[in-house]
T-cell receptor, first 116, second 114 residues
Framework: AQKITQTQPGMFVQEKEAVTLDCTYD???????LFWYKQPSSGEMIFLIY??????QNATEGRYSLNFQKARKSANLVISASQLGDSAMYFC?????????????FGEGTQLTVNP | DVKVTQSSRYLVKRTGEKVFLECVQD?????MFWYRQDPGLGLRLIYF???????EKGDIPEGYSVSREKKERFSLILESASTNQTSMYLC?????????????FGAGTRLSVL
């Protein structure tokens, strides 16, 4: 069975500082994809970044980067230069297998608060 | 841009009512999903569909059914609403045949069953 674990229910960071949100995963399938989504208080889930299990380099998208450590089965999200608008719930998710349309398994989420 | 539209942001229903949650996507995506979100539990998959008239059970299908008569529309049906179905419901869609297979979400429907 696939499982995603986010051990930080809440995190606080000062504006302009970097923050790391933890995510560990469990799967025996060699082919998988890892996703991070942001959910502001408005409710909509916004895709942030993706890492494939065979990708050689860590994914980056602007201020977001994914610290992918395959041996440790971790896929932590790093947000650099935090902004007040980064305050939101963040979800890590995993897709297992290569079948397009495969379902995602989500973690419990981390509530990030950016303080001015 | 991909747009996934859920028909209602907020709904209040009575126990025992039949409830329809509608979701429409405008990107010709083959795949559509219904999740419910509860605090501390993340998102849990209720049902998904890979094609018109096809449906597959997710992790928590009990008490729900779905309908996909047209490619762009995926409906979630609560046959007889109960208070434990009070939750946030999120619809998503994705296309087939791409490596990332990103799911795009609607804004969600907050359902209260009284």
């Amino acid at each position: 069975a696939q499982k995603i674990t986010q051990t930080q229910p809440g995190m606080f960071v000062q504006e302009k500082e970097a923050v790391t949100l933890d995510c560990t995963y469990d799967t025996s399938d060699p082919s998988y994809g890892l996703f991070w989504y942001k959910q502001p208080s408005s409710g909509e889930m916004i895709f942030l970044i993706y890492q494939g299990s065979y990708d050689q380099q860590n994914a980056t998208e602007g201020r977001y980067s994914l610290n992918f450590q395959k041996a440790r089965k971790s896929a932590n999200l790093v947000i650099s230069a935090s902004q007040l608008g980064d305050s939101a719930m963040y979800f890590c998710a995993m897709r297992v297998g290569e079948t397009s349309g495969s379902r995602l398994t989500f973690g419990e989420g981390t509530q990030l608060t950016v303080n001015p | 841009d991909v747009k996934v539209t859920q028909s209602s942001r907020y709904l209040v229903k009575r126990t025992g009512e039949k409830v329809f949650l509608e979701c429409v996507q405008d990107m010709d995506h083959e795949n559509m999903f219904w999740y419910r979100q509860d605090p501390g539990l993340g998102l849990r998959l209720i049902y998904f569909s890979y094609d018109v008239k096809m449906k597959e059970k997710g992790d928590i299908p009990e008490g729900y059914s779905v309908s996909r008569e047209k490619k762009e529309r995926f409906s979630l049906i609560l046959e007889s609403a109960s208070t434990n179905q009070t939750s946030m419901y999120l619809c998503a869609s994705s296309e087939t045949g791409v490596a990332k297979n990103i799911q795009y979400f609607g804004a969600g429907t907050r359902l209260s069953v009284l």
